[in-house]
């Protein structure tokens, strides 16, 4: 607010003009007047000028003012670097006295309207670094002749130069450098006789640099580098004999030196760098006797070196690289006793490596790309120790070099780089690389070398690039590569390695690039190799390495290329599953044969995680079953001893007995019949007689005997007797399964009670049980794949009924499915672990699930509750059995195969139609088949919620019959 009045005040000042100041304020003079116009104008942030008060009488105590102590008037603004953004107002104008304006390193921005005339006392004005944009008016340098420096750098002003600039006469020192100017040069800038410093550089100028620079006697600095001249550099130059330093880099010069330039003795530094001239370097070149830097590097420039160089004693820096310079480094080179940096990289230059140059103390040595050949031995043996430890680049790659690595490499205690791929050198690789504590790169790929990679190369703990590769070398790759935590780039590649490749590369946190393709490694890869988090590339292709690739975000994502030629490699990269490794999830789609996995349906949760224990619990299952095996013996010997002890009591009791019914009398049993109609035309007989015997299951054995109606029933005498419960819980308990009927059931018709017998008294199934329709019919006679399906559809149906019920099987196994004679399945023995007087799990396990192969790993879990979920697990095993034709486990020579383990092994392999029984193959439908035995393996998920429901396994199974209908629907449920 008070900003705001103060502002539209100044305006009324402003626009009066000075008749009224003061009058209205006789304390403010006209500096007070211009700087607090100034200000507002512009945005000052950080309250760089909260000094500056328009109350006070005096300016020359603000922040960054300075004032004349006679006259009391500004003479300097200098506001570098406080942060102050918007335009140059005229205010300015007002400081009469003004001889230094300083605004370097804001954010002003505008064009430049305003005119140096009014500020005639103006010596220095530096608006570098800034936005200012636009062309500089010709108005600008009117009346200019009291200027001696201008900076308008790094800003975005365009548009010429004004020629008016050459009425600064005295201007001594213009810096425009990093704009926008374009256009040539004005004529007139060579009649500015006081310039000492000219750097127009990094600008868009064109055209010839004008003649008559010979002018410029003062010109100590020229730089203008970054534009776009042409033509030759003027042969006036020599006449501006105090240059120092000369810099024409980056333009399209052209021409040989001018041989003015010889003069220039006090030139210190000379770039030439990035035009086209061409010719030889001349050999005047020596009379530069202060050169300290001389790039004449990407040009056209040929022939030999002259030997004059060699007069060049201060020289530091020397680069010639990018010619097409020949012959040999002359031998006097050795004289320039201040090189550092000798860059010659890109030439054709040949001979040796001179044995001087060790000794001259480089720092850096670039010779890549050259024909250099011979060995480094003489080079390396004539340098000198103390020489031997200021080299910190060595680049001589891409040459002719032969021989061997001198060992002596170990003495070069400062090198950073060690560049000597792209040689013929051979022999091993030095075991001394390792005391090279400061090396971040050693290239020594593409060359003859042999051996192994030695274990010191650990020592050399700096290291960020290793690269080895395309050379002869042998052995494993060193765990001590671990120690090189800098590690960051690693090739190997096109070597002969042998071996793992070790677990210490893990170690490596920066690694981004490794490439150990093309070698002989063998194993596994290391797990810990998926925790590398800056991984780009890693390549392994084309080795003899073997198993499941790491984990984790870069290797799942992993090209193939990087992978490929490993045939014992697997992971989905590959197109190779690996046994153990998680299995992919399992589709659900009846309408594909596609066995290709893809996602899995959500309903069938997290199949993925759990499935990995598979082989634990494949282990744990193994145990309970061999235990089963041992207490089934043990209980088949007391229950042969114990049903000849009843069948004995039965006859005793009275014979026909059995058969009067209903009887309550405890003594000779209780018979009933849920029709309300028991009649037996037979006696106890057909349980003793064997021609009658059924089968034998875990609870006892089933006899078939007749009706008076004439009604075959089954009748399964329970041998479990002692482990009955009372007989009110018994009831209780075979009323609720009497009390289940359904199509794929084997009804229970009745039951007969005493104390030391129990039986139960089913519907008769004419048809055999399936067991021995699929694992002992030989010849044509076996199931079709429609009766197969019709079978596990009905299976499903009856399980999902009996769940329903709330009744459990506990006890699926194809010797429990009957088929009837229309070949419709009739599920028994259901719900019999309920008249056992406790839920007991080895009971369970051992009694019931004994059936090999069906049994839900629950039961091998004390902590896991048992839940109808146990069934539908044993028909998922039943499915694949039904549809593969073989046993849940298989006993070969040596050998135990699972089944669903071997059919989800096939899927993730894409070969699962090869699983079918064999005795169907051409005959079944492969966009059904693939999906039932899918939604089998759901439904043997480790984990007994990740497995469907039965009434969802319906519903899916009907949708798999007719994918036609089904395809919308599915789609809408998964
Ligand atoms: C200049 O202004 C920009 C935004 O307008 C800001 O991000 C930057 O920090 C400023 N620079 C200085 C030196 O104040
Ligand atoms: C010109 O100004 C730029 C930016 O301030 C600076 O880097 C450069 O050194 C100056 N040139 C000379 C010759 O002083
Ligand atoms: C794996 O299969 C995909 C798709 O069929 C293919 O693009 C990829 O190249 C294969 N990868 C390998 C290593 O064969």
Redesign the pocket.
Known sequence: MRRVLVFGGLLVLVVLGPIFVNGLNPSMNDDVLGLIVFKADVQDPHGKLASWNEEADTPCNWDGVKCNPRSNRVSELVLDGFSLSGKLGRGLLQLKFLHRLSLADNNLTGSLSLSLGQLTDLRTIDLSQNSFSGPILSDFFQKCGSLRSMSLANNKFSGEIPGSLSSCSMLASLNISSNQFSGQLPLGIWSLHGLRSLDLSDNLLEGEIPKGIEGLGNLRAINLSKNKFVGEIPDGIGGCMLLKSIDLSENSLSGGLPGSMQKLSSCTDLSLRSNAFTGNIPDWIGELRSLEVLDLSENNFSGELPTSIGKLLSLKILNISTNTFSGILPEPMSGCENLLVLDISRNSLSGKIPSWIFRLGLQQLIFSENRLNGSMDNAFAASLGNSRQKLVILDISHNALSGEIPSAIGDFSSLQILNLSRNSIGGGIPLNFGQLKSLDILDLSQNQLNGIIPLEIGGATSLEELILEKNFLAGNIPISIGNCSMLTSLSLSQNDLIGPVPAAIAKLAYLQYVDLSFNKLTGTLPKQLGNLGHLLSFNISHNQLQGELPAGAFFNTIS??S??GNPALCGS???RTCPTVLPKPIVLNPNSSDSTPGSIPTNFGHEKKILSISALIAIGAAVVIVIGVIAITVLNFRVRSSASRSAAALTFSGGDDFSQSPSTDANSGKLVMFSGDPDFSTGTHALLNKDCELGRGGFGAVYRTVLKDGRSVAIKKLTVSSLVKSQDDFEREVKKLGKARHSNLVALEGYYWTSSLQLLIYEFVSGGNLYKHLHEESGENYLSWNERFGIILGTAKSLAYLHQMNIIHYNLKSSNILIDGSGEPKIADYGLARLLPMLDRYVLSSKIQSALGYMAPEFACKTVKITEKCDVYGFGILVLEIVTGKRPVEYMEDDVVVLCDMVRGALEEGRVEECVDGRLQGKFPAEEAIPVMKLGLICTSQVPSNRPDMAEVVNILELIRCPSQGQDELGGVY
Request: proline share 29%; net charge neutral.
């Open positions: 193939p290329s992978v490929s990269p590959v197109n």
